[in-house]
């Protein structure tokens, strides 16, 4: 059995699954090469004669986005180049395409400025990694490219997931973006499953704020349409709804706009771990959160001319924006105006640290409400009917639910050399002897799932906040335990357990390091790495930690023939963070929310039916279509036994006290979800979870 690997990458980039050949291709111009990286499963082959009598690199740059295949890595060679480029093709989210700097140089070696186009980067398709170059606005003629890096999808998406979307998978990081127009990074669109991070972005909004534009344009980050454009501009009336979006530790000097903007119709995005100054107008904030149940936490926002944080959006065909956002654990320091302005209620705006400005705009000049510190110093600015509601200062523990929500893994830029992983190392150490040593044909991968740190579903606790954890030293604790199953979570937590129902938590988000090795996964943070023992777990074997190359999504890892018959569920990794984002709705109070439970009892309470799995549901189109009952009393076999008398094929139990039946086979169209809520009726069992539901048949 293989240990799944973190690959470790190039710097800002790479060859990303298998074996990875570098393919030079053509170009010389003035001494520069551009090279192209094709990631190849295998030994595969490919072709690069297609340039080789190219003569102009800017050129041949466009001309490799025309001809790009899906784990394709285009090279931006050092130096300045005055092209501006539009991606051609989708990549996939098992080989996204990259578009990254020359290897062995820095950001700020490679550098695009565009042509006369107005935006330099555009991308138009999946899947896409955005690395490690420079993108200036500035050609030094005086006029400024208006946006640097654009993220368009199309106003007509389709349902995916349970969303809508029309492009996901773009990952945009380690770049630097500077000099723009009017914004400096603009997502649009109904973009999904995003992330930016690590980059350095500003200044923006040179048209308006440096050379005296009338407008206000000259965000840092700018998701989604303003609602005065959608008719202005598109000529329609469909709100752009963009979600799933991570901003995360990013350093953003606008001196212009905002440093983040979400607008009206986007939902359910991140803005975390942020530094963000230089916000120059004064009736806008450094973040503006004008959508719906977006998050802002962990972000340092720094002496900006208005708000530091602005909440609330407009009304747009009887429909309010901009409510149920969360803003808490940011430090608000100096802004001009206010801390926070509220436009709108309800928000859970909570445990900020607030650094008042050394001479505050007053507040009577913004029509709102002030609430104050002591010396009547503004903490937060309330406009109209939200005043009524918001009666804390933003400083106040937070006392209300917040969303759990999972980051992706940190951008670091590795070595330009990717480190071989074929040599056999030695992962245990002093403690493991005593729990005695397994052999790696002993014990299978099952997959990533959630848990829950009061009922955990694996009970017993091997090893806690173990420094030097791996995956065969938890297998180990878990053989001398007599346990059949073998959990790792957060990098350095075992635990164990037997007759495991993994299934009714639904799948997980793993992407922690073990703490004994960089390079394998060791679960998440409420999730576990899931691993079956058999037999005694080789006891007298010897432990096996072959670090292979990461396979495909149901290979796992190691090579093909070793991974024939392995059901391990992939991490998909670029530079050390994972591409998918997980967004999960739901509450982070103990005492409220129901319980995640050991589902070690269900397969003696439920009688009769199968469990078929934990899958996403959603009220406006659930995946059953009868509501039977909603009680006190619930429970999986109670449900069951409802459905099977009103003659219907399936049972679904949901939010923990509702059953629902039909006959669909269509139940897992939403892909699974997270069930985690215990069962009014019993506490010990699983009844679904916010917006989620295990479905069972009835027989």
Known sequence: MAVRRLLTMPARGGAFFGFA???????????????????????????????????????????LLDDASPGDT???????????????????????????????????????????????????????????FTIDGDDGSGDYKEQLLYIEGSRDPSEVDGVDSSITGVNVQGMVLKNAGKECLRIRYFATNCVVQVNEIGPC????????????????????????????????????????????????????????????????NVVYGNTIRGQMDEETGGISLRGDE?????????DGSGTCIRVGGFEEDGVQYGEDNEVYENTLDGCLNSAVKVNESPQLICDNTVILAADPTDDELRGGEGITDGNGQSYAVVRGDAAEEFTDTVSAACTGDKT??????????????????????????DGEDEAGVVASDSYEYIGCYNDDTQNSLLPVLALDDDDNMSVEKCIAACVSEGSQYAGIKEGNECRCGDDVDYTLHGTGTCNFSCTGSDETVCGGEYAFDLYEIHGDGGVDGVVSSDTDDQGDDTGGVGSDEENENDTSSNHDTTDGYTESVVVVQGDDDEDEDPDSVDDDDDTVLV??????????????????????????????????????????????VQGGSQCWCGTTDDYTRYGTGTCNFSCSGDSEQTCGGRESANVWTVD
């Open 21 to 63: 050949i570098v393919v030079l291709v053509a170009l010389v111009t003035w001494g520069i090469i551009a090279l192209v990286e094709v990631a190849e499963d295998n030994n595969s082959s490919s072709d690069s004669g297609d340039f080789a009598d190219s003569r102009d690199v800017d050129s041949d740059l466009q001309a």
């Open 74 to 132: 285009i090279y931006i060679p050092a130096g300045t180049h005055d092209v501006s480029l539009t991606t051609v093709v989708d990549g996939t989210e098992d080989e996204p395409i990259t578009i990254r700097n020359e290897l062995g140089t820095s950001a700020e070696d490679c550098v695009l400025r565009g042509d006369d186009r107005a935006r330099v980067l555009e991308v138009l398709h999946n899947h896409y990694i955005i690395q490690g």
């Open 205 to 268: 909004g040179i048209q308006d704020f440096q050379q005296d534009s009338d407008g206000s344009n000259g965000e840092g980050v700018y998701i989604g349409t303003a609602l005065n454009q959608i008719d202005e501009k598109n000529g329609d009336d469909v709100v752009d709804e963009c979600t799933g979006i991570v901003v995360m530790n990013n350093e953003i000097d606008t001196q212009g706009s905002e440093g983040v903007d979400i607008k009206e119709g986007s939902y359910g």
């Open 294 to 302: 977006n998050i802002v936490v962990d972000n340092h926002v720094i």
């Open 404 to 429: 759990v929500f999972f980051l992706p893994d940190h951008y670091t830029a590795p070595d330009d050399e990717e480190v071989e992983t074929t040599e056999d190392e030695d992962t245990t150490d």
């Open 607 to 652: 009688t009769g039916g199968t469990h078929m799995g934990c899958y996403e549901d959603y009220d406006s189109d659930p995946i059953l279509d009868f509501l039977y009952e909603d009680e006190d009393t619930l429970t999986p076999a109670s449900c069951i036994e409802s459905c099977r008398e009103e003659g219907e094929e399936l049972a679904g």
